[in-house]
């Protein structure tokens, strides 16, 4: 690579003030030229220190900034598809947080826009796909070592919720990782949500169903189960399990060092998502960094945010009724073929 | 204890034959006096050099023999309720492997002949209540140690099943173990069933709905799982990890010897039941033994049993229609509370 | 097996009713018919609720009781030799707990009685024989499953010692049970020990050499490393990882239960031999009785009890010096090979 | 950081070369502006495709080149001295590539001609230093969460070793890692050497003293124990566990995807070195690039380079002549306390 790409940071929150160092420290060939956030001061505040970087409290005008070459969305779900739409329209590869966008409405328009332009410049922030133990498990299913899969077995926990989560959030911002792992991993999609919900945990805020049990049935005849838990005390944790006619495979349980004290062995468990993927989004951001500097994504695309945002809808919609409630999507166009 | 349980066993098959030997060498203070068998070969087979021991081809002789103070019944299923009628007329204390009937109408005839008597003398054979590692997760929920229990997630493997199984004998012979474990764990009943059927596996026999899902709610909140897959192929597992308010636990990993080799760490997993719970097997007719020897049971009673019958006819039912299934149970008697 | 086996058990300490409580437990086919203890209020108490045993305060009259066809030797160390040739005077099979005798002169003096008799009579308890995770091992390197070993790597730990243990007992109490299972799992003799002794821990107590690292070169040319620390604090635990030329194998994890709570994941660590090897013990006296029924041993033979004592021998030795000292054994006798 | 660090790799062999693709791929503010190689065509393919770096022949020229910050040494030891004056000349901060020379007299003229300087500018490429689990364990240890360290158990094992490699190197190029690891950890120097060599394992290439067992005692009354075994045939390990007055530490199990198939559960073994340590390479030269931007170094520095060597020296010797060693340093200079 002989030159750098220089990029555009939308939103300069958690995660992309997160980004914005990401890109400082471990990614070579890139650089961040241009911050937005509709917080000025929160704009410059993670520009500080920087050499060359504009900040912005307009996305727009950071899109259109001199020296970007591509975008990197981190910004608030309800507030990316403006910005997607600037990107393409100046046809500037996009790496966009998840959501794509909140709904499906708003995913089928960033769909059609990509869909005229003809390619695929729009990258979806699932980062688990770069999750070394992901990776493995995904070699391991696509190479037949256990068969064909039958079930996914998923665990997915927080130590405790914010304060804004609601019961909605469980199934759009936690589990809508395990529609897209389930998806990638098992090279299908989902047909239909059921969705249990146990007597409330005594830790979970007033008003909020946690934990729930998710139940997803695939194109391929497969059951995905998912425990979301987004209050169990102990710490965050994502385990899968996928069992196929001929064998099984779990990864998840991270048991780097074991201390044996007390009358006790065993070892910590990682208390925050980004401690647990800090590697993958490390991965994630370097590998769509060499993928844009030729103009192309190396990662999900477009149908993949909006599959993940109809079986998200979906699945609201079954935590809410309690009844099994199919998933359809639109015909998938060629470009995402 | 200063005399010999003299010990009727009702049924000379392969559990049968391995309870003869058990209490041979494995059982203090207790030995077998009568075999019965309805294939009269069979049961003079099962005692040969043993000393002082009578073969039947009736249940009904073998419990009537002299010296026997207990019985022990390991017949086919249909058999059961004859044999525990007979046993319970004479007051004898019974131990019988499950299912306690095939159906709950007989569950609740033996169920009401030990109303009659006035004392609990039949003790169900569902063997995990004495497995150390079950013994332990009991322990542990039942002092609080993860708070109050909301998920148990269960997996029930066989490498294969035999010629004879049947798509409803995934619920009755196989999860029905499941369905007590709950119980008992959690000390709540089952109040509906539902099952879902993934494509069936390449590796099952013709027309066997192998795997399958099952999901049971209980009294007090909590959603029970288990994967039954009787032709996983890869050996017998039998695992279960309970999550509660505050913490979860796992049982069934196994990993006695860690072997690496040839670019691979692991070990081996066991091939059968009798292996897995062979501990469990003595240890529950041990302390049978010691507790018929006080007229006393020590494990699942007859409620267990009646309890299980009714969730696994549910459980028929939910699988072949595809639609949640209430459990309903007549009012529990007074002895069994 | 058509008649009980009579057993004398000598010693009513800890170990011999614990003896005396299996062999009414969970032994079939044998029973105790004498105990006998020095504090013969001890043999009383021992004996207490049984039917038909004798209590005495001397262990030849206990030998010589009625109705005794074996003898179990659960008494101090220095009292085995008169139990042990009084056992073979009248032809009676022996289970002796380790040591065999506190010294090879001792040990050299059995043998040869036994040598005179011309049969293998005497068993020594080295129970860890007897330990499925043990067996597996055996099992593994006799199949040549990692090829010829290199390396056996130990560890073997106590919560706490007792008042009354000395840095000679490391050797020959606690060290000797490695030396007698690598013995056992390599088919070898020991040649020389050599011990290294790190700043004692400041949980010993004052003038106790623990931990210790002891060096076992065997006649096959394998080292075996032993790591004794009998105040580690954290509980009772004895792992070996054998390494061969083509793998390696690890026993004595133990990780039956795996708990999740507070910010951790693990499980308990047993605190206590009588727990781990629970199992072992029960086995060893299982097969002992079968074996005595016939007039035969079924474990570690005299020869065994003596290479181990002169190890140990050797290896206080080593431990005073902090020099290698090499083991030196008689010839063996044909009877032992 | 507002400027690039403009970096010379000497060397451009598989690590000098690897570190070139680390420094493009996953440091932020960092570049290479100079490779030299004595073989001229290997330097120019590895800056083949970047931009503005040019290739030499000469160390020294690399060094002088325009736009130099910075030092990295890979190339083979004895070419480390002369690389590394050069460097401290130029007054550069340098990462170089273990051992910093072949032997102590070497490793006493760099650590002079840096003392002269009054500045610590050269780090040593220990990397297992900036391995995650190696950080915990250190963390542990300096946390006192196992109490005072009494052992190090340490393994280390390679699938097969390379055709050049002698008996000395099992410990100057091996072992040396645990070296320094374990003075590391400990705080501690090591003060003598003892070497066991069992009889060599038949995969290990005539004349090579292959495995060997390595016993390390330190200055605060540690053990240090190593399996070094380079042709183990099943993979690369690294493993360690310390062993504390109040309890234990274990790295190195890595056990990220657990598979269940054909009768076994486990997982596979890494087979390199460079995959193993992957993200400590990585971790390492973002760390040393942060530091050397502000003129520092941010790891282990020359004096532990020189320490290594005099191990590694009395280690060649120890296990030359089969009895313990003791290890003789200089005095500690105080730019190093």
Known sequence: MTSTLGIAVIGAGRMG???????????????????ADPDGDRAKEAVAGLDGVSAHSDAVAA???PGVDAVLVASPGPAHEEALLHALARELPVLCEKPLTPDP???????????????????VGFMRRFDAEYERLK???????????????????????????????????????????????LGQEITAVTVLSPTPSAAAPEGLGDPRFVLLETSGGAIVDVEIFVNCGFGYQVQCEAVGESGSARIGDAQAMVVQSAGRWGGEIAQDFLTRFADAYDRQVRRWVAAAARGRIDGPDVWDGYAAAVVSEAGITAARSGVRTPVELVERPALYR
Chains 1, 2, 3, 4 share one sequence.
């Open 17 to 35: 003030a997160d980004h914005v160092r990401r890109i400082g420290r471990t990614v070579g060939g890139a650089r961040v030229v241009a911050v």
């Open 105 to 123: 409405a708003g995913a089928l328009r960033v769909l059609e826009a990509e869909r005229r332009l003809g390619r695929r410049l729009v990258q």
């Open 139 to 185: 070699e391991l299913l696509d190479g037949g070592g256990i068969g064909r899969p039958l079930f996914l077995h998923c665990r997915h926990r927080n130590a405790a919720s914010p304060s804004f989560f609601t019961s909605d959030m469980l199934i759009s911002d936690s589990v809508v990782h395990e529609v897209d792992a389930a998806r990638w991993l």
């Open 63 to 65: 899109v259109a900034a």
